[in-house]
């Protein structure tokens, strides 16, 4: 009889089963360590908790946070259907959409290429040859139409009456606003800015307000609100117009090329100093400062619009904080391992500047701001590729340093609408209403200008949703 017929055990060497257990102490050492951390954080920190690994809720625990007029719409694709999930104060349904998730995702894929900005520049009007008819770049409409007709139209019962919705989507309806999604037939062709301006847009119906979870509901709706009525309260601070695109004799360059964006752990500041510059941004900050009555000194721009301004700036008692520049997502670039807002590079990068302030930089700001205006592109993420972050981690990282709601961005943003955007749904704020409306009609009044009929176009009013508390 062989060996092999006597035992069938493997055979552990002494030394091996010696470093085997000690392994295994080790594991076991570093879980109860990282058990302890997670109690450090669940006690000194309740906040990040309640973000970062939310409890789940019921439905009637949702419905309780809930006001009259308003509902949550909850999203989760699937590789063969989608769940759509729709609550208000008295009411709930839920329907599963013929539509998987790889599917949707080459669906919204073909919206965003419409909602490229590229295509749709200041004053991007042609003419039909001997026709003179104003014409615009095409979005499709009919396309809009059929993801609302298959995602929402059968939970309408729910959305009747209602005027606030609060959003929470995962896959690719992440890196799509609602607000482009159309509830009747459109009629006409994609090009006539006419046409596009008479379509029933869902940003004619609600104002949208975006969360990264169900959960998150309870946090903004538990947190309390910034001291409105505290005379010393900073009405505003905004940084922005920071100093690129200078070098090389050229006033605007190009993009640097990301493989050179890094150099070893820090970022190298000549490439962030060549991204292209951004003329309105200045302008746009100094137009919210006189919205909101606030000094110019409120203002940090070009040279004074750093990473360490912003670190070293008491921003605790700030109402209204502003951020006018570039947004890199995570990924975005070779290295860029998280989020990040562009600011005004330091002559050499330490860890403390290096021209860019990212998501867990934001995450240790010290807030209690109303509102966060993220006037960049690409802050909401995703873009919808495969493995980006449903919300970029920019939104989150306020809302865990204490901001209440954020307004951030789903694609780069013209810079003239970007300025008319926001600084309009500031003064909006001044009628009584919640941020959500407010950036809602900034949206229709942008779609209405008769100036420029490009601006009809859903790439330029529709890149911006709230984000947390939106009422």
Not at 397 to 412: D, Q
Request: hydrophobic share 45%.
């Amino acid at each position: 009889m062989s060996a092999s017929h006597v035992c069938s055990r493997p055979i552990v060497h002494t030394a091996d089963g010696a470093a085997l257990v000690t392994l295994r102490g080790e594991i076991d050492s570093l879980r109860a360590e990282a058990a302890t951390l997670d109690a450090r954080l669940a006690a000194d920190f309740p906040r990040y908790g309640e973000l970062a690994e939310p409890q789940p809720m019921t439905i009637a625990q949702v419905q309780a946070l809930l006001g009259e007029d308003e509902a949550l719409l909850f999203f989760l694709p699937g590789s063969i259907t989608t769940h759509v999930w729709a609550i208000s104060r008295d009411d709930a349904a839920w329907h599963r959409a013929a539509m998987w998730s790889d599917y949707l995702g080459d669906e919204i894929a073909q919206l965003r290429k419409d909602l490229d900005p590229a295509s749709v520049s200041r004053g991007a009007v042609t003419l039909v040859e001997g026709m003179g008819r104003p014409r615009i770049p095409s979005f499709d409409r009919m396309k809009a139409h059929f993801l609302y007709t298959q995602l929402i139209e059968p939970a309408e019962t729910v959305l009747a009456g209602k005027s606030h919705v609060f959003v929470v989507a995962d896959g690719p309806l992440a890196s799509l606003p609602l607000s482009v999604l159309i509830s009747q037939r459109p009629s006409g062709e994609d090009t006539d800015p006419q046409a596009m301006r008479a379509t029933s847009w869902l940003a004619r119906r609600f104002a949208f307000t975006t969360l990264p979870s169900v959960e998150s509901l309870g946090v903004v709706r538990t947190q309390a609100a910034g001291n409105g009525g505290d005379a010393q309260r900073i009405p505003f601070h905004g940084f922005g117009a920071p100093l690129i695109g200078l070098g090389a004799g050229d006033p605007v360059l190009a993009s640097a090329p990301a493989e050179d964006f890094f150099r070893g752990a820090l970022v190298d500041v000549a490439t962030v100093r060549a991204l292209p510059a951004l003329p309105q941004t200045g302008p746009e900050l100094r137009r919210l400062a006189a919205t909101l009555g606030a000094p110019q000194d409120s203002l940090s721009l070009g040279a004074a619009a750093t990473e360490r301004a912003v670190k070293e700036t008491d921003l605790s008692n700030t109402a209204v904080l502003a951020f006018a520049t570039h947004g890199l997502l995570s990924g975005e670039l070779p290295g860029l391992a998280e989020p990040a807002l562009v600011l005004t590079p330091p002559d050499i990068a330490t860890p403390d500047d290096d021209g860019l302030l990212t998501a867990s930089e934001v995450a240790g700001l010290k807030l209690s701001t109303d509102w966060v205006l993220l006037s960049a592109c690409n802050t909401a993420g995703s873009d919808g590729r495969p493995g980006a972050e449903g919300l970029s981690g920019l939104a989150r990282a306020f809302l865990y340093a204490g901001a209440r709601s954020i307004l951030v961005s789903h694609w780069p943003v013209r810079d003239d609408a970007a300025a008319r955007l926001t600084a309009d749904a500031m003064a909006a704020l001044g009628d009584g209403i919640g941020r959500s409306e407010a950036l809602r009609r900034a949206m229709l009044t942008l779609m209405e200008d008769e100036t420029d009929l490009s601006l009809a176009h859903p790439a330029s009013w529709a890149p911006f949703v709230v984000v947390g508390e939106g009422a």
